[in-house]
């Protein structure tokens, strides 16, 4: 006998659960709530994605998937840590502002993954770390420094996004913290 058929779309209802502990955070999201939201009955929706806990860590992953992956791009697809500060501080202007989506990032907001937080300004170090090491930068450039200034601006602008601040506003922000970004090495 073959297992019963799901009656729902799975990835539709992981993205409405994503927007909701994006817009509420984890300890105010109950499940009662996500039933609610998605029409998926408890059983239904632990047999799918287990507890709560795990519903969330799979809500992050396709939130980093889906929404979050600009970052990781910049990083990866820029030759230089200023141009890849630079794009991912504009695009975060534009995605912590995008209509129809919960303003800011789930991932700056969570109490819960400050692990997260702290693996993404690693690698915004080592990019910085090897513009240091091959001159790019000036040898008394502070990796650390810079990465734990982006992690902040990255942080203030979710927390202006929160608040209603605009694209442009949050493009401000952006060309401001760069002006902070010491000058490459000619």
């Known amino acids: 006998m073959a297992g019963r058929r799901r009656a729902f779309d799975r990835d539709e209802v992981l993205d409405r ?38 519903l969330f860590d799979e809500a992050v992953r396709h ?10 791009a910049a990083l990866h697809e820029e030759p230089t840590s200023r141009l890849a500060i630079r794009r991912l501080l504009r695009e975060a202007a534009v995605e912590y502002t995008r209509p129809g989506r919960p303003p800011g990032c789930l991932v700056l907001h969570a109490p819960e993954l400050a692990e997260q937080r702290r693996a993404t ?8 770390r090897h513009d240091v090491r091959g001159g790019a930068l000036p040898g008394t450039a502070d990796p650390h420094a810079l990465a734990l200034l982006v992690s902040a601006v990255m942080r203030g602008m979710s927390d ?15 060309e401001a913290a760069l002006s902070a970004w010491p000058a490459p090495v000619p």
Not at 121 to 128: D, F, G, L, N, T
Not at 160 to 174: C, F, I, P, S, W
Request: glycine share 8%; hydrophobic share 50%.
């Open 160 to 174: 202006l996004a929160r608040d209603g601040a605009t694209e442009a506003e949050l493009a401000d922000v952006a």
């Open 63 to 72: 939130y980093t998937a889906a929404y979050g992956g600009f970052i990781v």
């Open 121 to 128: 300004a690693a690698m915004v170090e080592e990019k910085i």
């Open 17 to 54: 659960i994503t927007m909701a502990f994006w817009r509420d955070g984890f300890a105010a999201t109950s499940v009662a709530d996500l039933t609610a939201l998605t029409g998926v009955n408890p059983p239904s929706l632990y047999a799918a994605f287990g507890d709560k806990r795990a």
